[in-house]
């Protein structure tokens, strides 16, 4: 159990809120190491007893906030899904990677410090969430583009795709010395995909 109780009531939902976006900003600020509750409340504008109100300690907070983080990017991905439905594979993987990369940008990168430092809190649950959405973005998009039911191991290319554009985007403004540029690094992971799927159309023909 990851939070003592959920909030109903639109007070609570704001005090559950704010600790949560204190959570990402104090993670930033001070490294996730040298975070502590009293410093989220201090950030959130709470006492320290709003905050065990929802969470059991520090590490119960930070789960929540992956599941948190898990649950944005899932529902930036349906957000964007009706435009990347509607386009070809080069222009589809394209935007996965334009709009990842603003997503994490957001709020002064925040989310993207987060995603740098929070490996072990990706629970079998975040991690479940995140594969479900992965696989309904497949099955959709097959639903508008019916030849790409023949790409041999559609769902793990789409997974593949999405976790990529993570590591990549955050390798990449990571790294100021690339000596490419961003829209480089993508038009190179098109050319990469689309030489799997034209190798697995030929060997069909075959």
């Known amino acids: 159990m990851v939070t003592i109780r959920k909030p109903k009531q639109n007070r609570s939902k704001n005090t559950y809120n704010s ?6 900003i104090s993670v930033k600020k001070f490294g996730i190491d040298d975070v502590s509750v009293l410093k989220v409340c201090e950030i959130a504008g709470v006492g320290s007893g709003s905050f065990y109100e929802y ?33 070809d594979i080069p ?9 990842i990369g603003e997503f994490l940008a957001q ?11 929070c490996g072990k809190y990706n629970t079998e649950e975040s991690q479940v969430k995140a594969v479900k959405t992965v696989n309904i973005m497949a099955i959709e998009y097959a639903v508008k583009h019916p030849e790409v039911l023949r790409i041999k191991n559609l769902k793990l ?25 961003y829209e480089e690094l993508i038009d190179c992971l098109i050319d990469i995909t689309m030489s799997y799927i034209e190798d697995d159309r030929n060997k069909l023909k075959i």
């Open 107 to 117: 709020n002064e990168n925040l989310y993207f410090y987060w995603l740098s430092v």
């Open 19 to 24: 600790i949560l976006g204190a959570g990402f």
């Open 91 to 99: 222009d589809a993987i394209r935007m996965i990677f334009v709009r």
């Open 157 to 181: 290319m789409v997974y593949i795709l999405i976790t990529s554009s993570i590591a990549l985007t955050m390798n990449f403004f990571s790294n100021k010395n690339t000596g490419f540029t």
């Open 55 to 87: 969470f059991k300690n520090k590490d119960a907070l930070f789960i929540e906030m992956h599941q948190y983080f898990i649950s944005e990017m899932s529902d930036l991905l349906f957000r964007i899904g009706p435009e990347i439905f509607n386009l």
